[in-house]
């Protein structure tokens, strides 16, 4: 890993096609900007992370037994019948 110490309105060049621009630093956090191809996905780490393991998820719960109790559990509960007349 490259670690670069870097001002506010500094670049970073990655390649020919990325940049990288350090916009602001506060006392917790740096923002940055990223210009890159459109082609080239640009996406936190975090984002990447919860994608996966929401596709993840889904592809477990597609089983016929999961799909049956998942019915199961979105159907109202029958009202309990008291045995009088309403």
Same mark, same amino acid.
């Given at each position: 890993?490259?670690?670069?110490?870097?001002?506010?309105?500094?670049?970073?060049?990655?390649?020919?096609?990325?940049?990288?621009?350090?916009?602001?630093?506060? *006392?917790?956090?740096?923002?940055? /900007?990223?210009r890159?191809?459109?082609? =080239?996905?640009? %996406? +936190? !780490?975090?984002?990447?992370?919860?994608?996966?393991?929401? *596709?993840?998820?889904?592809?477990? /719960?597609?089983?016929?037994?999961?799909? =049956?109790?998942? %019915? +199961? !559990?979105?159907?109202?509960?029958?009202?309990?019948?008291?045995?009088k007349?309403?």
């Amino acid at each position: 890993m490259l670690m670069m110490s870097r001002r506010e309105g500094e670049t970073i060049l990655i390649g020919d096609a990325i940049e990288i621009v350090i916009t602001h630093i506060g *006392r917790t956090r740096v923002r940055v /900007g990223i210009r890159a191809p459109r082609e =080239t996905p640009v %996406i +936190a !780490r975090e984002v990447k992370l919860v994608r996966e393991e929401n *596709r993840a998820a889904a592809v477990a /719960g597609r089983s016929p037994e999961a799909l =049956t109790g998942l %019915i +199961a !559990r979105l159907q109202p509960a029958a009202a309990p019948r008291s045995g009088k007349p309403a």
